[in-house]
């Protein structure tokens, strides 16, 4: 069974680069047991997702000003 | 009030720019970020002065300090690519990798067992976004601290990959690093980002 040190850093390096096959099994059945993985997977999408806001506004004059 | 006579008069925007504190910090906050990216101060201070002036030209486009900002750094972002891809790095990364090492290995200590497991008290929890007003000038303050708290190597990477949207190989073609120094640094600096953004934000927001 995978340990979480190793799903985490898996869940990270999901963002960067394919998982081989055997990667993605493994991390599977890991994440299907461990909620906190599960969890800390959803927030490395979530961290990205910030990120991608960093400095922009969410009022709609930034977004007309885009355009 | 009126402007009607003065076709190229920017007076009902250019209060912005008047705003010296508003405009001094926006420029500090950019020079930091461009000067973290391209470590080169020259180059810096150059792709920002070109970030304000095409604001500037486009002066009309802004009624609101948050619009210019989001604009200024669009712009910024770009230059600082086109930067990235022109200015191969010639520096060592080393000396801003030095300590980063061993500070790891007492951050997994902390969130993992001897066994690999998550610490009980550390297991992420999940995070409401819309409750907790991601878009509020204070989650950018924490952010920005959480940010700043990560080794200089690691906030450069990060921001590179996931602000500027570099691909992975183009990053490591660019820094001459190898793939997997690059997934480890990004993976630690992800770690740390994370539990500092649930330590200090999506934690505290329950007890207000």
């Keep these: 069974m995978m340990k979480c040190t190793e ?32 969890q800390f997977g959803k927030q490395m999408s979530a961290l990205r ?19 | 009030m009126t402007s009607a006579a003065l076709p190229i008069d920017p007076a009902p ?38 970030a304000m002036l095409s604001a500037y030209q486009h002066i009309e486009r802004f009624q609101r300090q948050a619009a210019l900002k989001t604009w200024v750094f669009a712009i910024l972002k770009n230059k600082l690519i086109d930067i990235l891809r022109k200015e191969k790095r010639y ?23 001897d066994h690999g497991h998550w610490q009980k ?13 991601l878009e509020s000038s204070d989650f950018w303050k924490i952010f920005d601290t959480c940010l700043d708290a990560l080794p200089a190597r690691y906030s ?13 190989n183009e990053i490591c073609d660019n820094e001459q690093l190898s793939v997997s120094n690059l997934n480890t640094t990004l993976f630690r600096a992800r770690l740390r980002l994370r539990e500092c953004l649930e330590d200090n934000w999506f934690a505290g927001e329950t007890c207000p």
């Design chain 2, 13 to 50: 925007c250019s209060s912005l720019f008047d705003d010296t504190e508003f405009m001094n910090a926006l420029r500090l906050q950019m020079l930091k970020f461009a000067t973290l990216q391209v470590r080169n101060q020259a180059l810096a201070e150059d792709a920002v002065q070109d």
């Design chain 1, 7 to 38: 799903a985490t850093q898996l869940l990270s390096e999901k963002l960067d680069r394919p998982l081989s096959t055997k990667e993605k099994v493994s991390l599977g059945m890991h994440t299907a047991m461990c909620p906190a993985c599960r």
């Design chain 2, 156 to 168: 450069r990477l990060f921001m590179m990959r996931e602000f500027l949207e570099l691909e992975s």
């Design chain 2, 91 to 113: 520096t060592s990364a080393s000396i801003l990798e030095e300590g980063a090492g061993r500070n790891d290995e007492a951050l997994l200590d902390t969130l993992f067992t």
């Design chain 2, 121 to 133: 008290d550390e297991r992420p929890q999940k995070w409401d976004e819309p409750d907790h007003g």
């Design chain 1, 49 to 67: 997702e910030i990120t991608q806001r960093y400095v922009q506004s969410d009022d709609t004059e930034s977004e007309d000003a885009k355009k």
